[in-house]
């Protein structure tokens, strides 16, 4: 398959999509038989009627679709192609396939062999993709081209307003669309029909029969040396001139190649503008009409010959080829952007949903600190109110002793007056049973205290603990969480050294306590011992108490704090018991 198939399956498609009539995708065999015929006639194969039978002799005797088709138009039809066809002959038997069905009765300001060229060029420049379409950019280039045919001048503005309406359209347009858009003289405003046939068959001379310049020019004859008139036309590989610019009757032909050059003359003989063209096989001297002529045209000649040198195609073929690839680098640029845009915003929804997790690890966490912080003010709340209770019960505990011993000093001081004999001795009493009983007070306050402290130390080792605790707890967080809270955990740290202090510091104070303590009971130990002496004086000195206390109706013992309970026998008995007592703790 030579390089142009491409385009000869755009032209059978067309042809192929016009037997659709009912638009199913298939087409029937019997068309498709007329199809191939046509197709072997005008592309000089030889036809073999049998052939599309035994390739489909497996189907059923349904339609067959363009997919099914194209295995036998390749096997049979173009890998059979040669260069000896007519293709404007082949573009011809296409077209009046397809032309009827889609232009109908449309009302065009162009002739129906103008839309056939329309037709060849939307073939040419639209893209490798079925449906068929033309893309914007092509548009424009067509229009462009167009309208420098017409000698016109390109209006940008108007363009862009056409290029709006197809943006919000579908971007693009099929062959019969791109007909009725030229057909329709919306980009030939002011030239009339012939204006716009003649740069329509100037864009189809170029775009498709690859004429790059043509025009009258002077030719000196090889045998009779005279000059004669001939319409010339350049093509990337050869020079034909003809009697006229209808391309009737062909004079002849100049081969060009990497080794042709084309270079300027001096004027001579009567003529002006001159240049030769040197090929492998002859030279031609050639006269154009000015200056500008015989300049435009070496420069075409030379521009060919290079790219034959280079082995490239025709300019425009090399154009249409390098837009292709910027549209198909764009595009991939564009579906890799799409792809990394996407890749980014699920990137971004994961790192959005981790933030989202840490937000809420980070308010959870804050919840519980600030919740822990309230229980650990409420527990301070609720020692303060306990030790304010204690205090207060201690007080009231040491006023109603205070009044107790007012009470008991009033009558102390009411029997000192009845004993004045014995004052020196009961105020030695009195102080050792003071002693002895701000000895079991101050017992009792040590005792409190040590309780107090204990309770406190196990409270502080509690506290402690918890602290230790949440510690490890939040060790154990993760470590977005560990920077969050190492703040927490220093403040910690040092509630946790002030409490360790505060611990020591109790400690120190239950040691004095009880150091206070043993002291206490060694001060009551004495006092009781003083006790015990002085109750042996009291006891020797009976008689004189019962001589100086008020006559009573019954015989009784006086104490210290008066009268007392029991009798002298019952003292007795009693004197034994702790007697005895003493002596099995010693």
């Known amino acids: 398959m030579s390089p142009h198939d491409g385009h000869l399956l755009k032209s059978i498609w067309h042809a192929f999509t016009a037997l659709d009539v009912d638009k199913s995708g298939k087409v029937s065999k019997s068309q498709l038989k007329v199809l191939s015929h046509n197709l072997c006639t005008v592309m000089k194969i030889p036809h073999d009627p049998v052939a599309l039978e035994e390739h489909f002799k497996d189907d059923d005797e349904g339609p067959v679709s363009n997919q099914g088709y194209m295995p036998y138009l390749n096997k049979f039809i173009l890998d059979k192609v040669q260069d000896n066809f007519d293709r404007q002959d082949f573009n011809k038997m296409c077209w009046t396939l397809c032309f009827r069905k889609n232009l109908g009765q449309s009302q065009l300001l162009i002739s129906n062999d103008d839309a056939f060229k329309i037709w060849c060029i939307f073939n040419f420049l639209s893209e490798d993709r079925y449906p068929l379409i033309i893309v914007t950019e092509e548009i424009e280039y067509f229009l462009r081209k167009l309208t420098e045919a017409m000698g016109g001048s390109w209006v940008e503005e108007r363009f862009e307003d056409y290029k709006l309406h197809l ?228 007080k009231l505990v040491r006023q109603q002793m205070e009044e107790q011993m007012a009470q008991k000093s009033t009558e102390l001081e009411q029997y ?47 506290e402690l603990e918890q602290i230790h605790l949440r510690q490890q707890r939040a060790i154990s967080e993760t470590e977005a969480e560990k920077q969050e809270l190492e703040r927490e955990r220093l403040a910690k740290e040092s509630a946790l050294q002030a409490a360790m202090k505060q611990l020591e510091h109790l400690e120190q104070e239950r040691q004095g306590a009880l150091e206070q303590y043993q002291t206490v009971m060694k001060k009551l130990e004495d006092a009781a011992n003083n006790t015990k002496s002085w109750k042996h004086k009291v006891a020797e000195h009976e008689g004189l108490l019962r001589l100086i206390q008020p006559g009573s109706k019954g015989q009784k013992l006086i104490t210290n704090w008066g009268p007392a309970a029991f009798s002298e026998a019952e003292l007795s008995l009693r004197e034994k018991k702790w007697q005895e007592m003493k002596n099995q703790a010693e």
Not at 174 to 190: D, P, Q, R, T, Y
Not at 287 to 294: N, V
Not at 422 to 451: F, G, I, N, S
């Open 416 to 462: 000192l007056q009845r004993v004045r004999e014995l004052e020196d001795m009961y105020r030695q009493l009195e102080d050792a049973l003071e002693d002895e009983r701000r000895a079991r007070q101050d017992e009792e306050t040590v005792r409190k205290l040590q309780a107090r402290l204990l309770e406190e130390e196990a409270m502080k080792r509690a």
């Open 167 to 394: 943006d919000s359209k579908q971007q693009c347009l099929n062959a019969w669309e791109l007909i009725s858009v030229v057909g329709a003289g919306h980009f030939s405003k002011g030239m009339d029909r012939q204006t716009l046939s003649m740069g329509i068959n100037d864009v189809y001379q170029e775009l498709i029969l690859d004429v790059l310049k043509q025009g009258y020019m002077m030719k000196k004859g090889h045998k009779r040396k005279n000059w004669t008139e001939r319409w010339f036309t350049l093509k990337p590989s050869s020079i034909s001139y003809y009697v006229g610019e209808d391309l009737a009757e062909q004079k002849g032909i100049i081969i060009l190649d990497g080794n042709c050059t084309v270079e300027p003359l001096p004027d001579k003989e009567g003529k002006k503008c001159l240049f030769l063209i040197r090929s492998s096989l002859k030279s031609f001297e050639i006269s154009a009409s000015d200056k500008k002529k015989k300049q435009e045209w070496i420069q075409a000649i030379q521009i060919c010959v290079s790219l034959l040198r280079q082995g490239r195609p025709a300019p425009h073929r090399e154009a249409r080829q390098k837009r292709r690839e910027l549209r198909l680098r764009q595009q991939a640029e564009q579906e890799e952007l799409e792809l990394r845009m996407r890749e980014l915003q699920t990137a971004n929804e994961a790192k959005q949903l981790e933030l989202e997790k840490m937000r809420k690890a980070l308010e959870e966490s804050a919840a519980n600190a600030a919740e822990e912080e309230k229980k650990r003010l409420q527990t301070q709340t609720e020692l303060q109110d306990r030790y304010k209770m204690d205090l207060e019960r201690e």
